[in-house]
């Protein structure tokens, strides 16, 4: 049986489109049932409507017809084209390119070197350093990374942010002060004292921080 024949069947099988009745959405349905779900061209479409038309206690006009079919062209169902025929009616989809083996990796687009945060130590790097010492990344016993070693100094920008380095003195760790109740860490009040306090003295005596000749 044709694509043509078991669409001629199907139309036959639809409800009449009765005037007054919703009879002109049941006429269109009809004639995107034959573009759309059977995929037929105009010409088939136009010849099995008229079909359609003949049998109807109130036929429609042959503009009427043409005007149907036009709008079921246009239009896009949500079933997608030729949702009513079988698989072996459908065109085959042949994909363009070949599909890369499941084993092939992905290729790099970019490398990008990710340090940790103000210690400029690789990830890489500090897994090292916790296997020289017979450790995991997990097991580590601060709260902190570890630095290689210290050096970095708080600073103060010009808005009052304060910054304070990963490998900065332990005294500056203001974040250890209650796990260590170490009074030798100070906290952050204290390192914004300490760091603004110099300046104003240097403001207040004209030194800024220079020694007598």
Not at 59 to 85: C, M, N, V, W
Not at 96 to 115: G, M
Request: net charge positive; with cysteine.
């Amino acid at each position: 049986m044709t694509v043509t024949e078991r669409a001629q069947r199907y139309v036959a099988q639809m409800p009449e489109a009765i005037s007054g009745q919703h009879g002109h959405d049941r006429m269109f349905s009809v004639a995107c049932t034959l573009v759309q779900g059977f995929s037929l061209g105009m010409a088939d479409a136009r010849m099995l409507l008229a079909e359609y038309n003949a049998t109807l206690t109130e036929p429609f006009t042959d503009k009427e017809i043409d005007h149907k079919l036009q709008h079921a062209a246009k239009a896009q169902s949500t079933r997608g084209q030729g949702y009513l025929l079988n698989a072996s009616d459908r065109t085959a989809n042949i994909r363009a390119t070949p599909k890369k083996p499941a084993n092939t990796p992905p290729s790099t687009v970019q490398k990008v070197c990710f340090r940790t945060l103000r210690t400029g130590v690789s990830y890489s790097e500090m897994k090292n350093i916790y296997k020289e010492n017979n450790k995991t990344i997990g097991e580590s016993e601060k709260g902190v990374l570890p630095v290689l070693k210290e050096g970095g100094k708080p600073t103060l920008s010009a808005t009052g942010m304060l910054r304070i380095p990963m490998n900065a003195p332990i005294r500056y760790r203001y974040w250890l002060r209650k796990k260590h109740k170490d009074e030798q860490i100070l906290n952050l009040k204290e390192i914004r004292a300490e760091l603004v306090l110099p300046h104003l003295h240097a403001e207040n005596t004209g030194h800024h921080g220079l020694k007598p000749a």
